[in-house]
């Protein structure tokens, strides 16, 4: 699988707000009184990097760009005073910021599930580990310890590298995701702490740092590795899994092994134990 055919589903996410309310609690902005000047110039900045890497649903994206766009020009035109009091009372931001209020208060409910669901865990282990481990969507992993965006961001500061900006973009790197993903995880299981910037020292294709990226967020998504963000948006440390992670990944490719040995074994056909009709009866 190659970078060009590797997607990364944002669904999860809930897509542009919940870009939008990251970027709130990043700037620590008043969600009532949404400044949309800078949360516009952020959200571009974010946009950027999304369709350097493809995303799905970047459309969607787009369309919350525009939107902000929109509502930004309506607000910095000049406008006359029976205008501009008309204008108090219908807020171009009213509808985005009641979407914002609505969302958070679903996400804010999930994530209340999801806590609610860590302690029953803890309280009964045995009912989480009696729980059919097969059929699994991976694509419902999520990444706790650091937010997708956070990611991103820090993918955003490497791009940005007069280095990087400066490429061809005829020269192109066509390396398979999962060699990226081999070399990464045995760096990181070697070192333990790797620091996200150091795994696009000295690269320059953009093609090959988009691999790489997208190689760190399927180690975290699917192969049970960690990442921790000790100083807020500073540097990102990426670890191996934990010991019973690693055990239950092992489990997980083993039986999803197991499952394609039978789905692609032919049926057997038993047959039966009555002899043949031409075959001669002995004589006692």
Same mark, same amino acid.
Request: no cysteine; aromatic share 6%; net charge negative.
């Given at each position: 699988?190659?970078?060009?055919?590797?997607?990364?589903?944002?669904?999860?996410?809930?897509?542009?707000?919940?870009?939008?309310?990251?970027?709130?609690?990043?700037?620590?902005?008043?969600?009532?009184?949404?400044?949309?000047?800078?949360?516009?110039?952020?959200?571009?900045?974010?946009?950027?990097?999304?369709?350097?890497?493809?995303?799905?649903?970047?459309?969607?994206?787009?369309?919350?760009?525009?939107? $902000?766009? #929109?509502? /930004?020009?309506?607000?910095?035109?000049?406008? *006359?005073? %029976? =205008?501009?009091? +008309? &204008?108090?009372?219908?807020?171009?931001?009213?509808?985005?910021?009641?979407? $914002?209020? #609505?969302? /958070?208060?679903?996400?804010?409910?999930?994530? *209340?599930? %999801? =806590?609610?669901? +860590? &302690?029953?865990?803890?309280?009964?282990?045995?009912?989480?580990?009696?729980?059919?481990?097969?059929? /699994?969507?991976?694509?419902?992993?999520?990444?706790?310890?650091? =937010?997708?965006?956070?990611?991103?961001?820090?993918?955003?500061?490497?791009?940005?590298?007069?280095?990087?900006?400066?490429?061809?973009?005829?020269?192109?790197?066509?390396?398979?995701?999962?060699?990226?993903?081999?070399?990464?995880?045995?760096?990181?299981?070697?070192?333990?702490?790797?620091?996200?910037?150091?795994?696009?020292?000295?690269?320059?294709?953009?093609?090959?740092?988009?691999?790489?990226?997208?190689?760190?967020?399927?180690?975290?998504?699917?192969?049970?590795?960690?990442?921790?963000?000790?100083?807020?948006?500073?540097?990102?440390?990426?670890?191996?899994?934990?010991?019973?992670?690693?055990?239950?990944?092992?489990?997980?490719?083993?039986?999803?092994?197991?499952?394609?040995?039978?789905?692609?074994?032919?049926?057997?056909?038993?047959?039966?134990?009555?002899?043949?009709?031409?075959?001669?009866?002995?004589?006692?």
């Amino acid at each position: 699988m190659t970078t060009a055919q590797y997607k990364v589903d944002l669904s999860i996410y809930s897509g542009p707000l919940d870009l939008l309310l990251y970027l709130i609690r990043r700037n620590e902005l008043d969600i009532l009184d949404l400044p949309v000047a800078s949360i516009t110039a952020s959200f571009n900045e974010f946009l950027d990097v999304l369709e350097l890497i493809d995303l799905d649903l970047v459309g969607d994206f787009i369309l919350m760009a525009s939107t $902000l766009a #929109e509502i /930004k020009s309506r607000m910095v035109l000049p406008r *006359a005073e %029976e =205008e501009e009091i +008309a &204008e108090v009372i219908d807020d171009p931001r009213s509808d985005l910021i009641q979407q $914002l209020l #609505e969302y /958070k208060k679903f996400k804010d409910a999930a994530n *209340a599930l %999801e =806590e609610q669901a +860590a &302690e029953w865990q803890e309280h009964y282990p045995r009912l989480s580990d009696e729980r059919p481990k097969s059929g /699994k969507d991976p694509s419902e992993d999520l990444i706790k310890e650091v =937010e997708l965006w956070d990611l991103v961001s820090a993918l955003a500061r490497v791009v940005k590298r007069k280095e990087v900006d400066e490429q061809s973009s005829i020269t192109y790197d066509d390396t398979p995701i999962s060699t990226y993903v081999e070399r990464i995880g045995a760096r990181v299981r070697v070192e333990e702490r790797v620091t996200f910037s150091s795994f696009f020292e000295g690269e320059k294709l953009r093609s090959r740092i988009i691999g790489i990226f997208l190689a760190i967020l399927e180690l975290l998504r699917h192969h049970h590795f960690r990442a921790e963000q000790p100083v807020a948006h500073g540097e990102i440390w990426v670890m191996p899994p934990l010991e019973e992670d690693a055990e239950v990944a092992a489990d997980q490719q083993e039986i999803e092994g197991e499952a394609e040995i039978t789905e692609s074994a032919p049926g057997a056909q038993v047959l039966p134990d009555t002899p043949a009709d031409d075959e001669p009866e002995l004589e006692a």
